[in-house]
Each structure stands twice: as C-alpha cells, then as structure tokens.
C-alpha cells in the first residue's frame, strides 16, 4: 500500500503543490543557476527553487548535507507525515530505506573539483567532502527520522533506480523482513551530468517534447520522491488513507549498450511487470514512460510499448516534459504522479506538445489533463546499461472487492 508521499521538484514540493502542478501542467523550465554556464550555447534545466530544507529537516542541520541528501531527508519527512506515521511508533520499526539516484553527490563534486583547481588538494574543504558519497541520501533519512531499525540502501540504477528503489521496498515487505518501506529517488542538478548529455547532442535548447515530431532532447532535472509502501494490514490496523497498491515489478538489465536502449528489453521488462501484477495489458489505463524527449529513446520505447499492448496502447504520457530528467529522482516521481491519478481520477498530461511523431504512435494526452477514473497505471523507468524497471500500481479496494 501506498501511505504517504513526500516530493520535492522543479514543479511544486509537498503532495498538494505536486498534485496541482501535474494536473494543471506546470512547467519547471526556466534558465540554469546552479553552475556557471558560460560557453554553452543553451542552458535551461528544471531546477528547484525556493527550496527551504530548514522547513523540513528537525534533527539534521541543512549544511550538514549535500544537495540531494536534503532533497531525500526533506521528501521522507513530507511523506511519513503525509501518511501521518506516529515518529516515536516509526522510530523503534524495522524500516528499510531506499533511494536510488544517478548522481548522488555529484553537485558537491563540482565544487570540491573547482576548489581543486583554484587551491590543489590541500585547500579543499572536508565538510564539503563528507557530503559528496552517494549512501547520504539513504543515511541522512535514517539519521534525520530518527530510525534506529532502518536498513539503508542506495541504488546507483541511473535513470530507473526510483524503480529499482520501490521494487526493493515491495519485496522486503513482501517477504516480511520489514514492516514499512522509504523508496523512492533522488538527485540534484550538477554541471558534470549536464556537460555530459549537452556533449553527446541530447540537450535541447529550451523545452522537453516527449513524442513530439520536432523534439530536440532533454532537459536535467533535480528533486527527490519517497513513497511510504506499507502491507494492507499495517495500514488497515491504523486506519490509513491508501493513494494506490504497488501491484508489481518487472527488471531487467540487457546490458545491450551504454547509452542506446533495446526494444526487445524494455517489451520484455514490462512483460515482466504486469505478469508479477498479474494484469493483463488491456488492464493498464495509462503508461507514465520514461519519455526523454530524445529522437531515438521515444522511438524506441514506443515501440516496445505496441509489441507488449498492440496497435490501440493505453494512453502514454511524458512527465519529463513537465519536471525534467530529474535522473534518480525520475521514476520516483512518475510513481508519485501515478499514485495520485489513481487518488484523484486523472490522467496527467505531456505538456509542449505540437505535432505527434507517427514513429511513436501513442496518445500523449497532450497539453491537458484527463479527468477519468484510473485503476492501473504502469510507471517505466530506463536507463543506461539497459537498467529497465518498470512498476505497476493499482487502486486499492477494501475488503478484496
């Protein structure tokens, strides 16, 4: 069961703010400030701003951590209060943790790099080298909630490791090792990740379009979301509003290139997902895809998507459009969106849509939301390597109605 949520985006933080702003398709597009940008051509990015860790974090002080750690503390805390957990019952519980991420603390790596060259090793700062390793964004939530019984993982999967990170949580408790679960992702923006991708081509100037004929990439993105996943029982016993049920979990690792994805992996991943959901395709209301807004990934995705769901697939929508490639944080955040279409009955939309790509095929709900009643949907997570994970989420009914 999905209990609570906590999200911090380019977008809105807090479950309200998010619900809104991907309902209404708000956009987090705006020029990059976190890092110098001089000598690119174009640099917009989906950066979160006005973000006050201060707010959120009680027993960690801000500068204690990185970036994404606060991101990943400050999303936990939202969450367990969202799902109203009593802090003294939550402290002595067997708790696993998991964050995936991509970049981990790589946003401090930046600065210490820059120090490196202005002052050579002996000059550079050791507290901001302690917040550099990636297992903070995992600790820091541990530390921060107080939680005495946790186990902490953080899972390096790239762009599928929110996932990656949910899968883990729903087998823990699947085989009752633990009796709550924290998954989720995240990442924050640094300038490392982004002269990557502006280098290989994949950055476009201004705007994200995920299966839009005209798209020219992606934008980077930051932020972090956690679920709450609890079993029916904790959750029933302490009368808990329940947004959605984890149904299943496909992953695969096809290892079929570093950057390029293989067709037959992603089909075969979510394959695997909906057999472990034991839904049928038909069953799926809407796909939250991974949607980069790259030509070929969409392409290629797309086409996986009618090999496992024929030539009428379910509506397939673009969250990247709206939030970035929030990286870690990106599948996270699509099972956060999913869970809260579930809640609220609606089917988010791909914003900076113009013209559909007849390689892709698939209805994007473009630029306005649906109001519908949703039962399942289906959030894809890909990533480098072949890194497929892919989740199912249902609406939980009562009593096994």
Not at 202 to 223: H, K, M, V, W, Y
Not at 241 to 248: F, K, T, W
Not at 361 to 366: K, Q, S, Y
């Amino acid at each position: 069961m999905v209990t609570g949520l906590g999200v911090v985006s380019a977008i809105g933080s807090g479950v309200a703010e998010f619900t809104d702003a991907v309902r209404s398709g708000r956009s987090g597009a705006r020029p990059i400030t976190l890092f110098d940008t001089t000598g690119f051509d174009h640099a917009h990015g989906c950066e979160v701003v006005g973000f006050d860790a201060a707010r959120w974090l009680r027993r960690l002080s801000p500068p204690e951590l990185g970036r994404a750690a606060q991101f990943s503390a400050a999303a936990s805390r939202m969450a367990v209060r969202d799902a109203e957990l009593d802090p003294a019952v939550l402290s002595g519980s067997r708790v696993l943790v998991s964050v995936g991420t991509t970049d981990g603390g790589s946003h401090e790596l930046d600065q210490l790099v820059a120090e490196e060259i202005d002052a050579g090793p002996e000059g550079m700062s050791h507290t901001l080298v302690r917040k550099v390793p990636a297992i903070a964004l995992s600790v820091a939530v541990a530390r921060e909630l107080d939680l005495r019984r946790a186990q902490a993982t953080t899972l390096g999967t790239a762009c599928s490791a929110g996932n990656y990170a949910i899968g883990e949580g729903l087998d823990a408790l699947r085989s009752g090792e633990i009796d709550l679960a924290l998954c989720g992702g995240a990442d924050a923006m640094c300038r490392r990740n982004f002269t990557g991708f502006y280098r290989l081509g994949l950055i476009a100037p201004s705007r994200c379009q995920p299966f839009d004929a005209n798209r020219q990439g992606i934008l980077t993105g930051e932020g972090a979301g956690v679920l709450v996943l609890e079993r029916e029982e904790s959750a029933v016993r302490r009368g808990a509003r329940v947004y959605a049920e984890v149904l299943g979990l496909g992953i695969t690792c096809d290892a079929y290139h570093q950057i390029a994805p293989e067709r037959e992996g992603i089909a075969r991943c979510m394959r695997l997902a909906l057999d472990d959901a034991g839904v049928e395709p038909g069953g799926i209301d809407f796909i939250s895809a991974h949607a980069t807004g790259t030509r070929l990934n969409d392409v290629t995705e797309s086409r996986a998507i009618h090999d496992v769901f024929g030539p009428c697939p379910p509506p397939t929508v673009g969250l990247k459009s709206m939030l970035g490639h929030t990286m870690g944080a990106a599948s996270a955040l699509s099972g956060a969106a999913c869970a809260l279409a579930i809640a609220h009955g609606f089917i988010p939309p791909t914003i900076n849509h113009v013209e559909s790509d007849p390689e892709c095929a698939v209805d994007c709900v473009p630029n306005h939301a649906v109001s519908t009643t949703v039962r399942t949907a289906q959030s894809n997570g890909l990533a480098f390597g072949g890194n497929n994970a892919v989740v199912i989420f249902g609406a939980y009914e009562s009593g096994g109605e």
